[in-house]
């Protein structure tokens, strides 16, 4: 099992910043994609941004320009550092962890970005 802790969300005002942070433990593999995905009301879940351990990252073409992703393999945490946001980031974010066929999920962290 792998346990997956948030922190960070609330509430921002249009063109603000904000970090998300994610600290996985239990029986983590050494080699492993963690990152974060998102879900706004009434729309599915969809990806924000993922790294594996050896640094490849998978980020689409709506956030690239705004929002990093980092990761601490040592310490197996990831972080989100989100830039200019815009009201249609407004979700809750999940982070994710996969390594060999297994997935986690975090409880998800509330972003609201509104003025």
């Known amino acids: 099992q792998v346990q997956l802790v948030e922190s960070g969300g609330g509430l921002v005002q249009p063109g603000g910043s904000l970090r998300l942070s994610c600290a996985a433990s239990?029986?983590?593999?050494?080699?492993?994609?963690m990152g974060w995905y998102r879900q706004a009301p009434g729309k599915q879940r969809e990806l924000v941004a993922t790294?594996?351990?050896?640094?490849?990252?998978n980020v689409p073409d709506s956030v690239k320009d705004r929002f990093t992703i980092s990761r601490d393999n040592a310490k197996n945490t990831v972080d989100l550092q989100m830039n200019s946001l815009k009201a249609e980031d407004t979700a809750v974010y999940y982070c994710n962890y996969r390594s060999y066929g297994r997935e986690y999920w975090g409880e998800g962290t509330l972003v609201t970005v509104s003025s």
């Open positions: 239990g029986s983590i593999l050494s080699t492993n994609t």
């Open positions: 790294m594996t351990t050896s640094g490849i990252m």
